[in-house]
């Protein structure tokens, strides 16, 4: 089930209509009827608002189940998706070497 469904069905459940999500993000109808006619992803800046709303977590919307599936879905994830992620989180990318010693300290600890 794709994210898109996953948002469309807890919204049945809980009785939430297209225009009270439309609402909560400060959108206009149509584009909730877009996200669901199309059956686009909303963008990634409306996730954590819709998972208010629905009062679920962000790991229940995206059905993660542990940590090390947000690392690999981080890293399949095509670089435009890591930086907006990267933002999101305020994170900084890491520079290429201290990623690779990063990486070998972890391998040790394992």
């Known amino acids: 089930m794709t994210v898109n469904e996953r948002i469309f069905n807890l919204m049945e459940q809980e009785n939430i209509k297209n225009a009270d999500l439309a609402k909560h993000l400060n959108v206009k109808n149509n584009v909730i009827t877009n996200w669901k006619t199309r059956g686009t992803e909303p963008p990634i800046k409306y996730l954590v608002p819709i998972c208010e709303l629905l009062n679920v977590t962000i790991y229940e919307l995206l059905e993660i189940e542990?940590?090390?599936?947000?690392?690999?879905?981080?890293?399949?994830?095509?670089?435009?998706?890591?930086?907006?992620?990267?933002?999101?989180?305020?994170?900084?990318e890491k520079e290429p070497q201290r990623q690779r010693e990063l990486e070998e300290e972890c391998e040790l600890i394992s």
Request: glycine letters at 0%; a neutral charge; charged letters at 35%.
């Open 66 to 92: 542990n940590k090390n599936d947000i690392q690999a879905a981080y890293e399949k994830a095509d670089p435009a998706i890591q930086e907006a992620v990267r933002k999101l989180l305020d994170v900084k």
